[in-house]
């Protein structure tokens, strides 16, 4: 099964769903500022990226700017700002039971869905 995390007010990442749509294949949208990640999920993710949470954070969002951007900051750190703040985490992000994606550019979710 195929996992979307989605933002519907996010252009990216309604792309990134039509593009799962599109396949054909079955998949699970789930919202993630409705339906927050626990800190276990977000380290399972995060771990399938191949990433570090840094990696994750959506540096321009006015939140990271204010809040964290001229912190040091350990990577628990960075976890704890995405749980407490999920608008920070990177959209989309498509996930199989093997691997995980961000949608940016689109051509990884491609990747993923061949």
């Known amino acids: 099964m195929i996992t979307v995390y989605h933002n519907p007010r996010c252009s990216k990442s309604r792309e990134g769903l039509a593009l799962v749509q599109n396949s054909g294949k079955d998949f699970y949208v789930r ?7 626990s800190e276990e999920e977000l380290e399972k993710l995060i771990k399938k990226l191949g990433m570090s949470p840094k ?4 540096a321009n969002e006015e939140i990271w700017k204010k809040e964290f951007k001229h912190k040091e900051l350990s990577s628990e750190d960075i976890m704890s700002a995405l749980i407490k703040y999920p608008k920070l985490i990177e959209r989309p992000i498509v996930e199989d039971e093997e691997t995980a994606v961000v949608g940016r550019p689109s051509s990884k979710i491609n990747d993923l869905l061949s």
């Not at 919202?31 to 990640?37: N, S, V």
């Not at 990696?55 to 959506?58: A, F, G, M, Q």
């Open 55 to 58: 990696d994750l954070v959506r």
């Open 31 to 37: 919202e993630y500022l409705k339906t927050p990640l």
